[in-house]
Antibody
Framework: QLQLQESGPGLVKPSETLSLTCTIS????????WTWLRQPPGKGLEWIGS???????TYNSSLKSRVSISLDASKNQVSLSLSSVTTADTAVYYC?????????????WGRGTLVAVSS | DIQMTQSPSSLSASVGDRVTITCQAS??????LNWYQQKPGKVPKVLIY???NLATGVPSRFSGSGSGTHFTFTISGLQPEDVATYYC??????????FGPGTKVDIK
């Protein structure tokens, strides 16, 4: 059973870079699609980007200029970096697995971590 | 990018009522659409995948239909534990993903 755990600072200042790590346990990560999503307080879900080890990451076009996702298979970790943050980036950030090719849906999720952008 | 509209944005219904939510895609997405349930303070959970397939362990009162650009999600007999926000989610072959804005379901 896979378990995902997001970690990182809960508070980031405007214009700085938000950095989060997702640590996956219960299985190797190199054969799967790993995804970051976010949910501002009281609002809906937004896809940030995904990574598969053998390919380039894919990003939401609205965030593409500010986001970077990387994968470290040796540590079983997926990382998110979002630069030049504003208060609009305040959200719960989730790490999830896109279950392709077995399940074409997000089948494993972390519990999420709240990141507030504030001075 | 694929855009999704979802309606209604919220609804209130009685226990036992039939509840229907619709999602419309901005382009033909075949059946590449999933439905998730998110209870307050919880992580989203898939209920329906590929438009009409019931995920493992999900009660049969939940169902989905549609293809192309128009999709429907139904709860046939609303239960108190179904109070949640429901999201449609589409994907393409890259894959890239888009969520609908959500429908909040309450008990009247």
């Amino acid at each position: 059973q896979l378990q995902l755990q997001e970690s990182g600072p809960g508070l980031v200042k405007p214009s700085e870079t938000l950095s989060l790590t997702c640590t996956i346990s219960g299985g190797p990560i190199k054969s799967d699609f790993w995804t970051w999503l976010r949910q501002p307080p009281g609002k809906g879900l937004e896809w940030i980007g995904s990574i598969y080890q053998t390919g380039s990451p894919t990003y939401n076009s609205s965030l593409k200029s500010r986001v970077s996702i990387s994968l470290d298979a040796s540590k079983n970790q997926v990382s998110l970096s979002l630069s030049s943050v504003t208060t609009a980036d305040t959200a719960v950030y989730y790490c999830a697995r896109w279950g392709q090719p077995w399940n074409y849906y997000f089948d494993y999720w972390g519990r999420g971590t709240l990141v507030a952008v504030s001075s | 990018d694929i855009q999704m509209t979802q309606s209604p944005s919220s609804l209130s219904a009685s226990v036992g009522d039939r509840v229907t939510i619709t999602c419309q895609a901005s382009q033909d997405i075949s059946n590449f659409l999933n439905w998730y349930q998110q209870k307050p303070g919880k992580v989203p959970k898939v209920l329906i995948y590929d438009a009409s397939n019931l995920a493992t362990g999900v009660p049969s009162r939940f169902s989905g239909s549609g293809s192309g650009t128009h999709f429907t999600f139904t709860i046939s007999g609303l239960q108190p534990e179904d109070v949640a926000t429901y999201y449609c989610q589409v994907y393409d072959n890259v894959p890239r993903f888009t969520f609908g804005p959500g429908t909040k379901v309450d008990i009247k």
